[in-house]
C-alpha cells in the first residue's frame, strides 16, 4: 500500500510556512541567532519570528495559548489546506509534542506565586502535551481520531510512523501528523543543566562542534492512501516508503558507541521500503552536533552505508534543534529536497569531524528520489523514515 | 486483524499488585511510591538505579520489569522483536513540578538528572537497558484510561507483522490504582484472555 | 579538607544522586566514584558539577575537566580547596 504526502506545512527559525522555509534553505541563510529569546539574551537560539500575540492574532484568537499549540495549528493549517471533508474517508490527527504549553504555565505559576490571584486559567487547561493534538483536529473536519505522542526528539517522526501504521493496517484513510514544541525556561536551563549547549552557533559534524542550539517550530505532512487520494483529488508532492524504529537500550541519553539502535531503525527502514542502501540520495541527520550524537551517527551510517556515504547533512545547524518537533519539521525538508532536485548543506562546519566522509556543505542540485532522515531520542528512541519521489 | 491475547497481566491496586486477577503481594502503604518501592524491595532489588528515578520512572520500571521477568518474554524472543508501548495522562509530572520548582528558586542550575526525567519515556528506556529490548516502541498522551486504546493499538503494532509480542500499559503517576501492564501476543489461544476491551477493564478494576 | 568536611562533602553526594542504598561509610575517600566505584555515569557527573556549585560556590563551566576533578572524593575535595 503507497501512503501518499499531499499536503505539508512547517513554521521555524527559518520561516512562517514552508516557501519561506525552502528559500532559506536554498540561500544557505541560517535562521539561528544571538538572543532572538529574550530570556536569554546570551545563548544561540532558533526561534520562529512571530511573537505568540502575532501568533494567536493569526489564528484568531486570545494570547492565553502556549507557543507549542500556537505554532503547531500554523503548520498543521498550512498541510490541511483547503481539503474538504469527507464522510467516506476516516480522517485522523497524530501529533507528538515534548513540552506542552509550558512556557505560558511557568509564567503563570510565577504570577500565582506573586499575586495569589489565578486569573484566567486558560493557560492551565493549554498546558497538557494532548491540548495542542485537540486543538489542531478542531480544524480537520470530521477529525475522528487522535493521538499524541511524546518520545522526546523524536516525538515528530513517531507521529508520521504511527499515521503511517494507521493508514496501512486500514483503520484510517488520511492523517495529519507532525510535531511541535515552542521554546520555554524550563526547556532551556533543563538543557543548560546538561551542558549541552554551544556558546556560539552549533557546528554539526565540526571536529570541534561543542553542543546544541535549541529551536522551536512545528512541521506536518497531510498523508493519505489512494482511496483517499481518489476523492480529495489531490497531486502527490511524495511518498513516506519506510520507517524504521528501535530502542538503543544503552543510556538514558547518550547514544552506545556502535549506534546499534540507529543501525537498526535505519535497517528496518530500508527493508520496509525496499530499498538497497544505494538508492538512498541523501540523509537528513539527526545531527545535533553533540560530540556523542554525530560521532556515533556518522558510524552507525558507515556500518549500513558500505559501499558509499549518501550526501548527508544536518539541518538543525539552519534551525537549531527544535525537539518533538524536529523529525516532522526533517521530515518536510526531506519532502522538499525530492520535490526540489537538491540536497542541503550542514553550516559552519570549518574542519570537517572525518576528513573521509565530510558532511555536504553548499547545496548540490541533483536527482533526488529517496531520503533518509533520522531522529534519535533520549530514553534510547530512535526513529528513521524514508520519503520517496512518487 | 488476528486475535491477540492478552498473556499476562500486573495491576496495582490499592491494597495490593495483582498478577493476572490474584493479589500476590499486600500493600498496605498509602503513597503510589511508597508501594512502588516496597514492591521493588521484595520482588526485584537488582537495579540500584531505581533509587534515583523519579516517581513516573519508578512506575514504568516496576511494570516493566516485573513482566519481563514473570513472563521470561526476552528469553522466549529477541528482544528486537519485542514492542514496548505505555500511555498516561500527565506525561512527566512528578518532575516537571521539581524542575519547575528549582528554576524558580533562583538558582542558575537546574539538576540535570531529574531535568532527564521530564520525559515520560525515559522510564522505558531503563526497562529497554536492563532486559536488551530493542524493539519498536511509543509513549502517547490520553486524557484518560481507555481499555480500547489498549486493545487497538496492541492489535496495530501486532498486525504490522513488526513484532512477535507487544508489552503495553498505563502508567499515571497521580493516580494511586488502575496503574497496569500488559504481554499481548497473537499466541495463546485457549490458555490465555482475548485481548478485548472488556478485559483489559476488568484487569484494571481486579475483577 | 578535614574528614567532617568530607563527611558533609560525602552527605551531599548520597543527597544529589539519590544514592538511598549507600551509607557514608561505604564511599572511600581515595575510590573511584566512576565505572566500578559507586557505577555513575554522565548524568551523574553534571549532577556533582551542580552540586558543588550549589553547596560550594565553586564553578566547573568545562565538563571536560569533570572527569579528573570529579574522580574520587579527594579529588573532588582538593579542587574545591584550591578555588576556594
Redesign the interface.
Known amino acids: 500500500m503507497e501512503i501518499f504526502i499531499t499536503g505539508r506545512g512547517v513554521v521555524s527559525a527559518l520561516g512562517n510556512n514552508t516557501e519561506e522555509n525552502l528559500q532559506s534553505l536554498l540561500n544557505g541563510q541560517t535562521g539561528i541567532s544571538k538572543g532572538s529569546y529574550s530570556d536569554f539574551p546570551e545563548k544561540y537560539i532558533g526561534a520562529v519570528k512571530l511573537s505568540s500575540e502575532e501568533l494567536s492574532d493569526k489564528h484568531s484568537l486570545k494570547d492565553v495559548y502556549g507557543r507549542t499549540a500556537l505554532l503547531g495549528l500554523t503548520a498543521a493549517k498550512e498541510a490541511w489546506g483547503n481539503n474538504d471533508p469527507s464522510s467516506t474517508c476516516r480522517t485522523g490527527v497524530i501529533s507528538g509534542n515534548s513540552v506542552g504549553g509550558m512556557d505560558r504555565t511557568e509564567k503563570h505559576v510565577i504570577k500565582l506565586i506573586n499575586t495569589g490571584q489565578s486569573g484566567d486559567i486558560r493557560p492551565i487547561l493549554a498546558h497538557p502535551c494532548g491540548y495542542s493534538t485537540g486543538l489542531i483536529s478542531k480544524i480537520i473536519p470530521n477529525c475522528e481520531y487522535a493521538n499524541t505522542i511524546s518520545t522526546a526528539c523524536s516525538s515528530g517522526a513517531n507521529s508520521i510512523m504511527q499515521a503511517v501504521k494507521l493508514i496501512k493496517c486500514g483503520r484510517l484513510d488520511r492523517v495529519i501528523a507532525g510535531g511541535t514544541d515552542g521554546l520555554s525556561n524550563f526547556t532551556i536551563k533543563g538543557f543548560s543543566s546538561l551542558m549541552i549547549f554551544d556558546e556560539k552557533r552549533c557546528r554539526p559534524f565540526d571536529a570541534n562542534r561543542a553542543g546544541l542550539n535549541l529551536g522551536e517550530g512545528a512541521g506536518y505532512v497531510l498523508l493519505e492512501n489512494e482511496k483517499s487520494l481518489r476523492e480529495s483529488g489531490n497531486t502527490p508532492l511524495g511518498r513516506m516508503s519506510g520507517y524504521g524504529i528501535a530502542n538503543d537500550s544503552f543510556h538514558q541519553t547518550a547514544l552506545s558507541p556502535n549506534g546499534k539502535g540507529a543501525v537498526l531503525a535505519m535497517h528496518h527502514a530500508l527493508d520496509q521500503a525496499k530499498l538497497k542502501s544505494e538508492e538512498i540520495d541523501y540523509i537528513n541527520t539527526h545531527g545535533t552536533a553533540t560530540e556523542n550524537n554525530d560521532e556515533v551517527e556518522l558510524r552507525a551510517i558507515q556500518s549500513l552505508f558500505t559501499e558509499k556515504v549518501p550526501d548527508y547533512s544536518s539541518t538543525k545547524s539552519f534551525t537549531g534543534h527544535t525537539l518533538g518537533a524536529s523529525g516532522a519539521i526533517e521530515t518536510v525538508y526531506s519532502l522538499l529536497a525530492i520535490i526540489n532536485d537538491c540536497v542541503f548543506p550542514s553550516l559552519n562546519i570549518k574542519d570537517d569531524m572525518n576528513k573521509e566522509c565530510p558532511a555536504l556543505q553548499k547545496l548540490v542540485r541533483k536527482n533526488v528520489s529517496n531520503v533518509l532522515t533520522n531522529s534519535f531520542g533520549f530514553g534510547g528512541n530512535q526513529t528513521t523514515l524514508i520519503v520517496s519521489k512518487c | 486483524m488476528n486475535e491477540s491475547y492478552i498473556n499476562y497481566s500486573l495491576s496495582i491496586a490499592k491494597d495490593g499488585l495483582y498478577c493476572n486477577g490474584s493479589k500476590e503481594v499486600d500493600l498496605q502503604q498509602e503513597g503510589l511510591i511508597e508501594k512502588l518501592d516496597s514492591i521493588y524491595d521484595s520482588q526485584i532489588k537488582d537495579y540500584p538505579k531505581y533509587y534515583r528515578m523519579d516517581g513516573m520512572a519508578k512506575l514504568v520500571f516496576i511494570l516493566g520489569d516485573l513482566i519481563c521477568a514473570r513472563t521470561k518474554i526476552c528469553d522466549d524472543i529477541d528482544g528486537s522483536d519485542l514492542a514496548f508501548v505505555m500511555l498516561n495522562a500527565t506525561g512527566s509530572f512528578p518532575s516537571d513540578s521539581i524542575h519547575n520548582n528549582l528554576i524558580m528558586d533562583g538558582f542558575e542550575r537546574a539538576s540535570p538528572s531529574n531535568f532527564v526525567y521530564t520525559l515520560p519515556n525515559v522510564g522505558m528506556g531503563e526497562v529497554c537497558i536492563k532486559w536488551k529490548i530493542t524493539g519498536e516502541g511509543l509513549f502517547l498522551i490520553e486524557d484518560e484510561f481507555s481499555a480500547n486504546c489498549i486493545c487497538e493499538i496492541a492489535d496495530l503494532f501486532l498486525s504490522q507483522g513488526k513484532c512477535k509480542a507487544i508489552v503495553i500499559g498505563w502508567a499515571e503517576p497521580t493516580e494511586n490504582e488502575g496503574n497496569c501492564i500488559f504481554l499481548i501476543s497473537n499466541k495463546g489461544k485457549g490458555i490465555n484472555l482475548l485481548n478485548t476491551e472488556k478485559n483489559i477493564l476488568k484487569i484494571r478494576k481486579n475483577e | 579538607m578535614s574528614s567532617e568536611e568530607k563527611s558533609l562533602l560525602k552527605s551531599h553526594i548520597i543527597n544529589?544522586?539519590?544514592?538511598?542504598?549507600v551509607k557514608q561509610e561505604e564511599i572511600q575517600d581515595a575510590a573511584s566514584l566512576f565505572g566500578d566505584g559507586l557505577?555513575l555515569?554522565?548524568?551523574?557527573a553534571?549532577?556533582l558539577?551542580?552540586m558543588i556549585?550549589?553547596e560550594y560556590n565553586v564553578k566547573i563551566s568545562d565538563?571536560s575537566m569533570g572527569k579528573e576533578i570529579l574522580y574520587s572524593v579527594d579529588t573532588i575535595a582538593n579542587y574545591i580547596f584550591t578555588q576556594k
Open positions: 544529589y544522586l539519590n544514592l538511598e542504598d557505577g555515569d554522565s548524568i551523574d553534571l549532577e558539577i551542580v556549585e550549589r565538563p
